[in-house]
């Protein structure tokens, strides 16, 4: 049974070793100039004014972490949604409770104005 997964475990195992093979050489052979106009940020070919690095307000991060809370949820409907004829009753009452918290979760967080963005 576990010959099964030889070929699997071999991929990984090459695919590791060849990418921290490639980041030591190039490490170790790659050219190192760094001078002020390359470590500048480059921003459409203009220069930049003020400075070139601003801290992120974390109500972005909230509103990036609450997408793929929801995101995520939702691929659980292509499941339900196939075998939605075996199912029967049980299996839609079921999705309408998986949808009810769903949507509390959706109302709270409106609630809570972390969908605001300004």
Known sequence: MLTDYLPIAVLLAVAVVLAVLVIIIGHAFGPRRPTRRKLEA???????IGPSVRRMPVRFYL??????????????????AVTFRQLGVYGFVQMLVFVGILLAGYVWVWKKGALEWE
């Open 63 to 80: 509103i990036a972490v609450l997408f793929i809370l929801f995101d995520i949820e939702v691929v659980f409907f292509l499941p339900w």
């Open 42 to 48: 480059y921003e459409s070919g203009m220069r930049t």
